[in-house]
């Protein structure tokens, strides 16, 4: 099963924006996340079309099961 890590920000321009890492390890936890909301705000290491991201929103570990599908 493949985990997704879901960061969800709030850009200067007022909309909302999703930066998602895939396949993170097992051990993360909120504060792990958090500080790296924290520095990808704080570096403004993000831009989008010019626009950075202002503000943490919320963030959430998906956990993805994907099964193959064959087509005749």
């Avoid at 958090?34 to 943490?56: H, P, Q, R, Y």
């Avoid at 959430?60 to 599908?69: L, Y």
């Amino acid at each position: 099963m493949k985990r997704v890590l879901e960061m969800r920000f709030l850009k200067e321009d007022g909309k909302g924006v999703t930066i998602s890492f895939d396949d993170i390890k097992a051990d993360v936890n909120d504060s792990d996340v958090n500080a790296l909301m924290d520095f990808i705000v704080t570096k403004n290491i993000f831009s989008f079309k010019g626009v950075g991201v202002s503000e943490k929103r919320d963030a959430r570990i998906v956990n993805v099961h994907s099964e193959q599908i064959y087509l005749d």
